[in-house]
């Protein structure tokens, strides 16, 4: 869900304890000097050759690569919640122009040009937010409705580029809607009941997070009984045309092992600031409680809404990375890493990203040796949309034991 931070519009891992001290030692034995034994030896008072210090082979881990990203659902809710108290017909209005927005925003294109990027940076595991999904319903006579599952489309763009990614783990979050569809052009009029059968056309958004890995990394798997997800006690509701709307923030986490080392990787999209920064401050306390729970080293991705600079929502990020995490983005070595957000249709040829509210952080054993963006010029020049998402992407390369 989308608000830039400019204008509070919807917007829908540091190092970690590093691997044992290498240890050596150097035996001296007592200074008597040497002699030459009968039998041309020596004797048991020379001091012996020094021996150089041996490290210690690390017993499980090594370089691991993930990535982070926003998918962007394509169009911005807000103008269809400030609608709503206009009246239920101007809110149907909205809501539509959303759902066309969202169409125009071409997400099969812009998936290729993200399969592309995966398939240059040939991350090990994703974190994906807004993996969204439009669903419509026709129930009179007219031209089809586009529908579309971004998991899928992701999928199949993937595969086109010869990758080979699975789903370790979902966050099932909001699901908004269904609505009535008004639009005359497409043979969609009024409803004519509260009942969906008596609405000619409709349309439902439902959003999710998720967890991908690449099944061609070797020696890194997964337990499936150990994924886990779930909503957060505190959500941010709006009351639209009579219905009680939340949106649903989640998380997913799953405990896994890359050539002998534990950790628990996990996904979150927390809401965002402005009037909705106490839920999110709360939520990020519950992120924390939960992927801690059990856990020795963990890694965590998400579109977390709290600007590590303070410009944005700052309490929340502070609540990440004193109490628990460390952030593996390191200014001084990576840059700025600014990742949010381009403008609503991705129409601006410029880059407008002013914020870092993507994040990736790590505890335990875990440190980062570099971070940086990708998505951080568009992908072709015209026709629009220009950009993959109006978020950047997050890859860090982390050293784990």
Same mark, same amino acid.
Do not use: D, I, P, R
């Given at each position: 869900m989308r608000s830039t931070v400019r204008s509070s519009r919807m917007r829908i891992v540091s190092a970690g304890i590093a691997a044992g001290a290498m240890v050596g030692a150097v035996l001296v034995a007592g200074a008597v000097p040497a002699q030459a034994a009968p039998d041309g030896g020596k004797l048991s008072g020379e001091v012996p050759k020094r021996v150089a210090p041996k490290r210690e082979v690390p017993k499980g881990g090594g370089k691991l690569k993930v990535m982070t990203q926003n998918l962007y659902l394509g169009a911005d809710l807000f103008p269809a919640i400030e609608a709503a108290?206009?009246?239920t017909t101007e809110f149907l209005l909205a809501a539509a122009q959303v759902y066309q927005g969202a169409m125009a925003s071409d997400f099969p294109t812009r998936a290729a040009a993200f399969a592309k990027t995966v398939k240059q940076e040939k991350p090990d595991i994703i974190g994906l937010q807004e993996v969204s999904e439009w669903i419509t319903n026709r129930n009179v006579p007219g031209p089809d409705l586009?529908?579309?599952d971004f998991l899928k489309i992701v999928k199949k763009a993937l595969a086109a580029e010869g990758l080979k990614y699975k789903v370790a783990g979902i966050s099932q979050n909001a699901t908004i809607g269904p609505f009535p569809y008004l639009d005359p052009a497409a043979s969609c009029g009024a409803p004519s009941g509260i009942l969906p059968s008596g609405w000619p056309c409709s349309i439902q958004l439902k959003d999710r997070d998720v967890i991908l890995v690449n099944t061609k990394t070797k020696k890194l798997s997964y337990k499936k009984k150990s994924v886990k997800s779930g909503l957060y006690s505190?959500?941010?509701?709006?009351v639209i045309a009579g219905q009680t709307i939340s949106f649903g923030r989640g998380w997913v986490y799953a405990d896994m092992n890359y050539k002998g080392a534990n950790f628990r990787f996990a996904n979150t999209h927390l809401e965002v600031g402005g009037i909705s920064a106490p839920i999110q401050e +709360?939520?990020? +306390?519950?992120?924390?409680k939960v992927v801690k729970k059990g856990a020795g080293t963990v890694i965590a991705t998400g579109d977390f809404n709290t600007d590590a600079y303070g410009q944005y929502s700052p309490k929340s990020y502070k609540i990440l990375t004193r109490s628990y995490f460390r952030d593996m983005w390191k200014p001084k070595r990576d840059g700025r890493g600014l990742s949010c957000c381009q403008n609503a249709d991705l129409s601006n040829p410029v880059s407008e990203n002013e914020t870092r509210i993507d994040l990736v952080l790590g505890r335990g054993k875990v440190r980062a040796q570099k971070s940086f963006n990708t998505n951080v010029t568009p992908f072709r020049d015209a026709p629009v949309p220009l950009w993959e998402s109006d978020h950047g992407g997050v890859v860090?390369?982390?050293r784990i034991s």
């Open positions: 108290n206009q009246g586009e529908s579309q505190a959500q941010q509701t709006f +709360k939520q990020a +306390k519950q992120f924390v860090s390369t982390l």
